[in-house]
T-cell receptor
């Protein structure tokens, strides 16, 4: 079974402080990991995926297979980063089922 | 882009009636669409995978006779909540992936539909 765990429901940080949103997963094969974001009154959208190894809006996430983690990080939080963040996992290739974590609400305090 | 549109965005109905929610891919053909349900402050729960031209694949615990899914064309999937009851009140979200060959695994989401059953 595939499972995604986001231990924090709410994370509050001050503007300019570093951010780390935690995500751990359980999967028997080689997963694909994603971070999706939902800004207020907007739809869910992809933030980044591990295979791209890219930085989006200053966010990065490294897949750690040993710790089965895919934490989302940003060195300096900005107010516009306030949103719901969902970690998601799927199998490789094609139309694989995507499992979402419960989400973490990031609140950046001005 | 890859835009997915859901309609209606919110609906209120009486207990016992049926409600249909539409999910359209506006600028691409979606051979596969996914229907999720989201309870307040909880994660997205996959209900079913909708494949164009074939029967939907339902997740364990989801009643297929209760939640009818039809994917009759490459750009439209519908979810019908039959004989709705208050416990069916929820936020329903559809998503789609690009066709094979251009599929990166990214899901494109609709705006969601909030169903309230009185």
């Amino acid at each position: 079974a595939q499972r995604v765990t986001q231990p924090e429901k709410l994370l509050s940080v001050f503007k300019g402080a570093p951010v780390e949103l935690k995500c751990n997963y359980s999967y028997s094969g080689s997963p694909e990991l994603f971070w999706y974001v939902q800004y207020s009154r907007q739809r869910l959208q992809l933030l980044l995926r591990h295979i791209s190894r890219e930085s989006i809006k200053g966010f990065t996430a490294d897949l750690n297979k040993g710790e089965t983690s895919f934490h989302l990080k940003k060195p300096f939080a900005q107010e516009e980063d306030s949103a719901m963040y969902y970690c998601a996992l799927s199998g490789k290739g094609g139309y694989q089922k995507v499992t979402f974590g419960t989400g973490t609400k990031l609140q950046v305090i001005p | 882009g890859a835009v997915v549109s859901q309609h209606p965005s919110w609906v209120i109905c009486k207990s016992g009636t049926s409600v249909k929610i539409e999910c359209r891919s506006l600028d691409f053909q979606a051979t596969t669409m996914f229907w999720y349900r989201q309870f307040p402050k909880q994660s997205l729960m996959l209900m079913a995978t909708s494949n164009e031209g074939s029967k939907a694949t339902y997740e364990q615990g989801v009643e297929k006779d209760k939640f009818l899914i039809n994917h009759a064309s490459l750009t439209l999937s519908t979810l019908t909540v039959t004989s709705a009851h208050p416990e069916d009140s929820s936020f329903y979200i559809c998503s789609a992936t690009r066709p094979q060959g251009t599929n990166t695994g990214e899901l494109f989401f609709g705006e969601g539909s909030r169903l309230t059953v009185l």
